[in-house]
C-alpha cells in the first residue's frame, strides 16, 4: 500500500484527479470505478475543470459506481445517480450511457446485482476503482461484519453509516436503511484502488486501514492484500499514522 499524504483536501483531489486523467490518457477507453459521499466532490470539481480545459476527455470512458440506496430512483436527490450526474456527469463529455450506478428500485435485486457484475465484467473489469472510507472501516457499503460478500448484493446499512448519511437527508428517518454495493470481490478486482480521505475523523480509521491487521470489522483493511493500492489523504486524515509503519509514505509539499 503507498500512501500520499497532501498538505490539504484540496492538493489531495488533484492528485487523484490526475491520476484519472493520466489513466484516461494512457487508455481513453478506461473503465472507471466511482465512488460518491463528500470524499471526492474535490476530484470531481477538478475533473471537470481539466475537462473545460481538454486537458481529460471521457469520450470514450465507461464507469460503474460503487452504490445505490435501496428504494431511491435515479432521480430523487440524495440518490447516488443523481449525485453522479450533478457533481460529475453533466458536466464532462462522458456518454451517460456508459455510466452505470446500480438501481435502487430494481423488480429483482438479485438479478440486478448479478447483471451489474456480469456488466463490469463485459466491460472488460475496472481500470481505476476510486473509493472514499467510512468511519467504520466501510468501503462501498461493505460494513463491518463476521462475513464480508465478494460480489454486488444488497445490505443492510449500520446505525453509524445511517448516522453519518443523515446530512444529506432532512431527518434520520429519511435515510434509506439498505441499499445495493459492489462486494468486496468486485472491488478487489481492479487493476488500482485509489482511497480518499480526508479530515480528523477519519485519522482513527486510515491508522487501522494502513497499520492494523486484516479483519473484516474494517472492511476496508482487505486492500493491504491488493497489489496496487494508492492511499491519498490530507495532513488531517494522516495524523495517527505511526512512521514505524511496513508502507511507503510520501508526504507531498
Ligand atoms: C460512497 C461510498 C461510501 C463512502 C463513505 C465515505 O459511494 O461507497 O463508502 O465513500 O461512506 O463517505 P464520505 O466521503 O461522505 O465521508
Redesign the pocket.
Known amino acids: 500500500m503507498k500512501v500520499i499524504v497532501a498538505p490539504n483536501y484540496e492538493e489531495m483531489s488533484k492528485i487523484a484527479a490526475k491520476e484519472i486523467a493520466k489513466l484516461l490518457y494512457v487508455k481513453p477507453n478506461a473503465v472507471l470505478g ?8 474535490g476530484v470531481y470539481r477538478e475533473l471537470i475543470e481539466l475537462n473545460k480545459a481538454e486537458r481529460v476527455d471521457f469520450s470514450k470512458a465507461t464507469s460503474f ?3 445505490e440506496y435501496k428504494g431511491l430512483k435515479g432521480d430523487h436527490p440524495q440518490s ?1 445517480r443523481y ?1 453522479m450526474n450533478s457533481k460529475l456527469f453533466n458536466h464532462v463529455n462522458i456518454d451517460k450511457n456508459k455510466t452505470h450506478v446500480p438501481s435502487g428500485v430494481a423488480e429483482n435485486i438479485e438479478k440486478e446485482c448479478k447483471e451489474y457484475d456480469e456488466s463490469i465484467e463485459k466491460a472488460g473489469g475496472i481500470d481505476l476503482q476510486l ?5 467504520n472501516g ?5 460494513e463491518p461484519s463476521d462475513f464480508l460478500n465478494l460480489n454486488t448484493h444488497e445490505t443492510d446499512l449500520t446505525e453509524d ?1 445511517i448516522k ?2 443523515s446530512r444529506f437527508f432532512d431527518s434520520i428517518d429519511e435515510v434509506p436503511t439498505r441499499a445495493i ?1 459492489m462486494g468486496l470481490g468486485s472491488i478487489m478486482k481492479a487493476d488500482k484502488i485509489i482511497l ?4 480528523e ?2 485519522a482513527d480509521i486510515i491508522a487501522k486501514l494502513v497499520e492494523d491487521k486484516i479483519s473484516t470489522r474494517v472492511p476496508a483493511s482487505m486492500l493491504q492484500v491488493h497489489q496496487n493500492v494508492l492511499v491519498i489523504v490530507d495532513n488531517a486524515a494522516a495524523s495517527l499514522l505511526k512512521n514505524s509503519s511496513n508502507n511507503e509514505i510520501e508526504y507531498v509539499k
Open positions: 466511482l465512488a460518491t459521499g463528500s470524499t471526492p466532490e459506481n460503487l452504490d447516488y449525485f473509493l472514499g472510507i467510512g468511519t466501510h468501503i462501498g457499503f461493505n453509516t453519518a448519511n454495493t480518499l480521505a480526508s479530515g475523523k477519519k
